[in-house]
């Protein structure tokens, strides 16, 4: 067979076997399945953070069970992604997962309870005299207002969630300005426990009214860049809340 002929033999073949269009098939949904899969993960996180908030408010309670099948209902989310929330969860202490059955959310005790302020005591504490140290004293005034009139507010309400939300800002400015990732990230490997701590605590009968009382010392001493004295204001604080978890705490059923 002539050359020419040869090679025209040669791409008809190709064109009859599909090879071609089998490239650039795969080449066309590529790009799909990446954004799939980038869709899904951008979805974790928020997925777990609701979970996370629903546990720590009791909105899910203790012994309650969480299936993958429950999370891809409502999150509309592949099985490989409800697996890795429950994996997260499972990381962050929220649930047990036995095998060959559901995931269980775990509730803490008394003993649980008290250990995770006690190192609070100490690494927030010590979050907050980093943060003096590295910021100017009107860099707080932000805060020195939000737990006047909003923070008392809530108290008056008893707005509970207005009350954790300022908290919240608080907690990420401190952090922030703390300029330490080792710091930060030890306090966030505990964050979803200790929210489902303060949510029990901040329930107890007058101890949103004490508990800012309290902070507005700590933020005072900040806004004044007294660093040694915010550290001790916060640790004072802090084992307050201990103390009127220890005291009340079991007498709700807030376990």
């Known amino acids: 067979m ?5 090679v025209v033999a040669l791409k008809a073949r190709k064109r009859s076997t599909g090879s071609g269009a089998s490239t650039s098939t795969r080449r066309s949904r590529q790009p799909t399945e990446v954004r799939g ?8 996180l928020p997925i777990v953070r609701a979970l996370c908030d629903r546990i720590a408010s009791r ?11 429950d999370i891809c209902s409502e999150f509309a989310v592949a099985r490989s992604t409800a697996r890795e929330v429950l994996a997260t969860l499972q990381q962050r202490g929220l649930i ?38 590295n910021s100017k004293p009107e860099d707080w005034q932000e805060i020195v207002e939000l737990f006047d009139k909003p923070m008392s507010r809530a108290v008056r309400e008893g707005d509970w969630a207005a009350y954790l939300k300022n908290l919240e800002v608080f907690y990420r400015q401190t952090r922030k300005a703390c300029d330490s990732a080792i710091l930060r990230e030890v306090l966030e490997s505990i964050d979803d426990r200790s929210r489902y701590v303060i949510r029990r605590v901040v329930l107890l009968p007058g101890r ?38 220890n005291d009340y705490g079991a007498s709700f059923n807030l376990l």
Do not use: W
Not at 37 to 44: A, T, V
Not at 228 to 233: G, K, N, R
């Open 2 to 6: 002539p050359t020419s002929r040869k």
């Open 208 to 245: 949103m009214e004490q508990g800012i009382a309290e902070l507005r010392k700590v933020v005072a001493a900040m806004r004044k860049g007294d660093a040694v004295l915010a550290e001790q204001l916060r640790r004072d604080n802090i084992r307050s809340q201990m103390k009127y978890f």
């Open 37 to 44: 899969k980038g869709r899904e993960r951008h979805l974790l």
């Open 59 to 69: 909105t899910i309670t203790p012994g309650s069970r969480i299936t993958e099948q």
């Open 96 to 133: 047990t997962r036995p095998p060959n059955r559901s995931a269980v959310v775990v509730g803490l005790s008394k003993d649980e309870i008290l250990h995770i302020l006690s190192i609070r005591e100490v690494l927030d504490a010590r979050c907050v005299r980093m943060a003096v140290e």
